[in-house]
């Protein structure tokens, strides 16, 4: 019995030294590109974009096998920002800036069936199996996920409500002259 754990111990060291080898040696480095819109996007993994995270959407970017308009949480700026740094031109005027919206739960229809937790990219969904659940605003990014598997539509989209801690100045529009 004892020499078969001694075994299996060590034949799990030796396997998990070499893995440690193996990430440290055989790594592939991203490009410095790569990383720099990795670090521009919101890092929320919310998939809106398509790709299964913002690692994969700034590899898409740079391969140019994506629009600059694919992140719907970063809107303009971000789209913007990602055109300088590429140097690509593009029209922005038919993007909309989108409005900050988050999950909100009708606690009279909810039946507590948690398909809403698997699909929710940020884990901004609280509660347990047959209860309740309720949506924590702050890690919500609003990507709708949990909206569309929701089988008794309890859950809906709703607009982050005005206070003093969400409420920004506007950006000033610009003047259009007459020429």
Known sequence: ??????????LGLSLGIMLGFAAKYL????????????AMMPGSQCGQCGFAGCNGAAEALVNSQAPITLCPP????????????????TDL????????KVAFVNENLCIGCTKCFKRCPT?????????????????????GK????????????????VTLE???????????LAS
């Open 123 to 143: 884990d901004a969904l609280v509660g347990a199996n047959r209860q309740i659940h309720v949506v924590i605003k702050d890690a919500c990014t609003g990507c």
């Open 166 to 176: 969400t409420w920004h100045w506007p950006k000033p529009q610009p003047l259009l």
């Open 27 to 38: 790594k592939v480095e991203a490009g410095a590109l790569v990383q720099e819109i990795i």
């Open 1 to 10: 019995m004892t020499n078969a754990v001694v075994s299996l111990a060590l």
């Open 146 to 161: 949990c909206v569309e598997v929701c089988p008794t539509e309890s859950l809906s989209l709703r607009n982050v409500p």
């Open 93 to 100: 005027s038919g993007m909309e800036d989108q409005v900050l």
């Open 74 to 89: 970063g809107g303009r700026v971000l789209a913007q920002a990602l055109a300088d740094k590429l140097g690509i031109s």
